[in-house]
């Protein structure tokens, strides 16, 4: 039997916003047209910026290789369309800040097929090839996190990996990308495990998926190879079900320590639609030029599911869809979690799961922020125990060293549920944000003065 359905395993805290996920659950992935010109930032992962390998006026393939990776923690970037580099320069990203970056103008009448590279077939290529051709392959976490997939999977010395976790969750509210990869891609699935498990020596994995996607559960249950050793958990809706510790706790019901990573616990955990990108790519030696984006909200007239090339400018994602004309505020990446774009001169990225946008009437300007009532709502929300009330107040002081060295400032992972709840609208994550950027800051200059 392949199939559980665990209603009691979970996380401890947690909200339940609405899921908002009704209007494109139900839509198949639609491939989204070619913009005449794409935009690609080379700072859209974490590490370092790929290395641009092109120069200007030169011709390439969709899938040739544009930039190469900046070093182990970073990824090489490909074509997302076949066409001529018009310039190499600054690209405007969602940080507000420029990145170097390429300017592709697309062919107009090209077939735009996909080049071929070298295959790896995950039968017979060992741990470290697979490693290094989803490396090759520019992988990143495509939950939104982007951060390099092959570094993820290395499982360090002295360490084993009992377990790997795909990561169906998708708690965000509004977003239905993995949902629908999950009814759609299960044979990419499948095979990105098989190359998940060699590349990190590990036996058995497990899909952790919530309820409210019980259709992707049966599906992926009903095509799963016999001989793949893949079990499929359904658990109750929670935010944030979908962050790493929070998801290992509700399958394996262990506790990650505070400031290690999963295999601590011999877990490795990988996004479903990441899976399922290595699962498409590997075969076929290519590289990411595409990803499935969920784009909706109440100010999208076609709202769905889309495969839209990595670079496409978001002004031009926006005409296609057609927005409302009381547009009031757009995000990248889901409500808790995503990020309220600035600047529509900005385009997709490899780490881009949806894009919301919402009118004037869906936005509360600026609520009035009251003081603490001391109510405790914030505490009983935060799925890793901290007090986010307490932490509110030290902030207001700007005691953020107390923070840090008191009240575990660095282990909030910025999930917004003490946020969401809170009756007196204090922008409890916003402080959080802004304070541990600060304490980062000053322990790079401690570090500086020391090697100084
Ligand atoms: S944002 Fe941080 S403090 Fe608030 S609930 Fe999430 S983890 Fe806890
Ligand atoms: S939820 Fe808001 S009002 Fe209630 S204790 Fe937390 S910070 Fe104070």
Not at 84 to 99: E, L, W
Not at 305 to 323: A, C, D, K, M, S
């Amino acid at each position: 039997m392949t199939l559980f359905n665990f209603h009691k395993n979970t996380f401890k805290h947690g909200i339940h916003p609405p899921e908002s996920k009704d209007e494109t659950k139900g839509l198949p992935i639609k491939q989204f047209p070619f913009a005449p010109v794409i935009m690609l930032p080379m700072a859209q992962h974490i590490g370092a910026p790929s290395k641009i390998v092109v120069r200007e006026g030169q011709e390439v393939h969709r899938g040739e290789l544009l930039a190469k990776a900046g070093g182990y923690v970073s990824v090489p970037m490909h074509a997302p369309v076949s066409g001529t580099i018009r310039k190499i320069g600054n690209v405007p990203t969602i940080s507000g800040k420029m990145s170097p970056g390429i300017f592709l103008e697309a062919f107009p009448f090209s077939t735009q097929e996909v080049i071929e590279g070298k295959q790896i077939d995950p039968d017979t290529a060992t741990p470290q090839e697979i490693l290094q051709a989803i490396q090759d392959a520019g992988i990143v976490g495509l939950g939104g996190a982007a951060f390099p997939t092959h570094v993820k999977l290395k499982v360090p010395e002295g360490k084993t990996c009992e377990t790997l976790i795909i990561n169906g969750i998708e708690c965000e509210p509004y977003l239905t990308t993995d949902h629908r990869v999950m009814l759609e891609q299960e044979r990419d699935i499948f095979m990105g495990i098989k190359y998940l498990l060699k590349a990190t020596g590990t036996q058995k994995a497990i899909i952790g998926i919530e309820a409210n996607k019980q259709d992707a559960a049966d599906h992926l249950a009903k095509h799963l190879p016999k001989e793949l050793p893949v079990s499929i958990k359904v658990l109750p809706v929670k935010y944030p079900q979908g962050a790493e510790k929070m998801l290992i706790t509700s399958i394996l019901n262990r506790e990650v320590p505070s400031k290690k990573l999963p295999i601590e616990v011999g877990v490795v955990v990988v996004n479903v639609a990441t899976t399922a990108e290595i699962g498409r790519l590997l075969p076929h030696g290519q590289g990411i030029q595409e990803r499935v984006i969920t784009i909706t909200g109440p100010g999208v007239k076609k709202k769905g599911n889309y495969r839209i090339p990595v670079g496409t400018p978001l002004r031009f994602v926006l005409e296609q869809v057609g927005v409302d004309e009381e547009i009031s505020e757009v995000y990248m990446g889901g409500p808790m979690m995503g990020v309220a774009v600035s600047n529509l001169d900005i385009s997709i990225v490899k780490g881009t799961s949806g894009i919301l946008v919402f009118t004037n009437k869906d936005v509360q300007r600026s609520p009035k922020i009251y003081p603490c009532i001391k109510c405790g709502a914030c505490v009983d929300a935060c799925p890793i125990l901290l007090n986010p009330s307490k932490l509110g107040i030290l902030a207001k002081f700007e005691a953020y060293d107390e923070m840090a060295s008191d009240y575990h400032l660095m282990d909030c992972f910025e999930c917004g549920s003490c946020t969401y709840v809170c009756p007196s609208h204090i922008p409890l994550v916003q402080y959080f944000r802004l304070a541990k950027r600060i304490v980062r800051r000053r322990e790079a200059e401690k570090k500086e003065e020391v090697n100084a």
